[in-house]
């Protein structure tokens, strides 16, 4: 299995430009986790999706950040506009109902300037 | 709301050196997992602990569980510099797969 895969790896923007982050989960896997880390909040959950739908997303900062899960191998998380301090590396995770142990993507690195 | 804890935030120890990391946790939960993260790297799965007196080793590394004290450890026996990076223990949180995540510890081995 090829595991979690995210796009880009590396995003470099300028402030008040929309960035579109992309995951494909691991095949089988109906469960999917948005995170946010950084050196100053750590490993922040964003939101997460059972099945598709999105089950909380309480953790997503603002309503600048929105996420999609239009089927069951792909999610895309957006931030419009964005702004210096939403830069970090942002992690998609997948899970089969049980054990729930989540897989990570490689994360992407992003930077707005 | 669940609150994960990790002591300590960073370590730093010789090799050949045994020390262990706490994880507490504030509410009960059989489901506990352990992560490793190198710098700049994602997160890689370690142990998966999902019963009271769970204990998982590979390698070097041994973790436990003790849902009654809300409790798990992550034993490093005669440390080696590979093991040098930031390990994270997540507790699920009841809420159909949902894990909530300790701070991490930086581990550091020194030649």
């Known amino acids: 299995d090829a595991g979690v895969i995210q796009s880009p790896r590396h995003e470099v923007t300028e402030m008040g430009q929309e960035v579109t982050l992309r995951c494909k989960p691991i095949?089988?896997?109906?469960?999917l986790f948005w995170y946010r880390q950084t050196m100053m909040r750590g490993l922040e959950l964003l939101i997460y999706f059972n099945n598709n739908v999105p089950i909380d997303d309480s953790g997503m900062p603002e309503d600048r950040f929105s996420a999609k899960m239009p089927n069951a191998s792909f999610s895309t998380l957006k931030i419009q506009p964005s702004e210096p301090r939403d830069s970090a590396v942002y992690f998609c995770?997948?899970?089969?109902?049980?054990?729930?142990?989540?897989?990570f993507g490689p994360g992407t690195r992003l930077t707005v300037t | 709301e669940l609150k994960v804890e990790q002591n300590p935030l960073f370590l730093s120890m010789q090799e050949g050196k045994n020390y262990t990391i706490y994880c507490n946790y504030s509410t009960t939960s059989d489901r506990l997992y352990w992560y490793r993260q190198d710098p700049g790297k994602s997160l890689e799965s370690l142990f998966v602990l999902l019963s009271n007196g769970a204990v998982k080793q590979e390698g070097r590394l041994m973790a436990s569980l003790d849902t009654k004290a809300r409790l798990s450890t992550l034993h490093i026996t005669a440390a080696v510099h590979d093991l040098s990076a930031t390990y994270f223990c997540a507790v699920d949180a009841g809420t159909a797969s949902k894990l909530t995540f300790g701070t991490g510890t930086r581990l550091q081995v020194t030649l």
């Open positions: 995770a997948s899970s089969l109902q049980s054990p729930y142990e989540q897989y």
């Open positions: 095949s089988g896997h109906n469960s």
